[in-house]
């Protein structure tokens, strides 16, 4: 059976090493660590899987955003509706006066 390589150079120690092709895809979709023969983590940048992990927490940062501006309008609606109230309730007062 035969194992495609790729060939990778540390870019701390400038080490030469190879990796199965396999490995290395596999690596590129986690985003995982892994190790040069010297001991040097290194990752492979902008795996689809981070980039995947990233757009979701911004997508849920944006709906708790979006969630606490609805609850703050719903807010000041029942603030407005009571402030009303009270404005109509002053009106009539005066009216009777
Ligand atoms: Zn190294």
């Known amino acids: ?5 790729i060939n990778i150079n540390c870019p701390n120690c400038g080490v030469l090493f190879c990796i199965a092709k396999g490995h290395k895809d596999q690596l590129k979709d986690t985003g995982d660590t892994f190790y040069c023969p010297n001991g040097h983590s290194q990752i492979f940048g902008n795996s689809s ?15 708790e955003y979006q969630q606490r501006l609805r609850d703050s309008v719903t ?21 009777q006066l």
């Not at 059976?1 to 390589?5: A, F, K």
């Not at 807010?75 to 009216?95: F, I, P, S, V």
């Open 75 to 95: 807010g000041l609606e029942y603030q407005n509706r009571a402030l009303k109230g009270h404005q109509t309730r002053l009106k009539n007062k005066l009216n």
């Open 1 to 5: 059976m035969e194992i495609e390589v």
């Open 49 to 63: 899987q981070m980039e995947i992990k990233k757009l979701k927490k911004s997508l849920k940062y944006d709906q």
